[in-house]
């Protein structure tokens, strides 16, 4: 890991450095090493991604290319484990993309795409999971003398308050998350909505998909959400690029910065609610099964499991679900009642 000289950032900075530098956090670690996403929990969560395709497939008119992009790819197991629960047809005309700053994984099929970049276009599929999380942001707090922009040293993790924030930040701090007590903070997420747009503004026709940790205007954090993970557990967020370090996402404001970008219409739901509309139910088999057929009562007994584990909300299932789509209506998957 690069060595780092102690001094004043903004967090913004400070992130940039420690998740994506040149000896940064994501181009050095494998993330399922360090914290747990729907993606390693279960291949349950990319059965339901594979529904989600399927009916984008069918509003585009089964065009002869449909693309699906992992935004955040990650180790590629998103992707590889969507290719193996499509429908033939539809795999033969699947371009699978990965967007990874980090190397491409050995085990990744070489039919995916690997790239540091968005595709310039994107007709089909697009799902980012856990990726605006870690877009860098600046974090500032309300002082007697005014709201000021936190610095932190990113050896230490040590903060100190630093100079009002700009005229943008300003502005979307009072539109999403105003501060009215001295010691309340916030995290100014317009670098979230503009990476948010980016992806809507690619999508020539098809579906956008993000889900994270998240919160509304109605119920922002009094402190902020700023968090560190290494080993499987929360850590204090130093950002010497030794750990993850990660902020909840305002998706309400991404979903007004999408619709400015394209998006025709627009979803914002739990991830409980999205894979239970998805066929992921976690109600177990009954005990007849058992007799009947042991092996499947197993199967069906694990899936029931996995489920649970996926729609808790408590956990994965509260995680906010952000579904936008330019030139198509929603899938009725999402909007249908189970």
Known sequence: MESLVSGWLTWRTAMERALYGEDGFYRRERPAEHFRTSVHASPRFAAAIARLLVEVDALL???DRLDVVDIGAGSGRLLANILARVPPDLDARLVPTAVELAPRPADVPSRITWRPDLPATITGLAVANEWLDNVPLDVVERTPEGIRTVLVDPVSGTERPGPPPSDEDHGWLEQWWPLSEPGDRA?????RCAAW?????RLSAGLALAVDYSHSRESRPVY???TGYRDGATVPAVPDGSCDVTAHVALDACLVAGRRAGATSSLLTTQ?????ALGLSGTRPPLDLAHQDPRAYVAALCHAGEDAELTDPTGLGGFGWLTQTVALPLPTCLTQTN
């Open 61 to 63: 008119g089964h065009p």
């Open 197 to 201: 747009a980016a992806v809507i503004g």
């Open 187 to 191: 995290e100014i997420g317009h670098p």
């Open 272 to 276: 409980r609610d999205a894979l239970r």
């Open 224 to 226: 902020g959400t700023l």
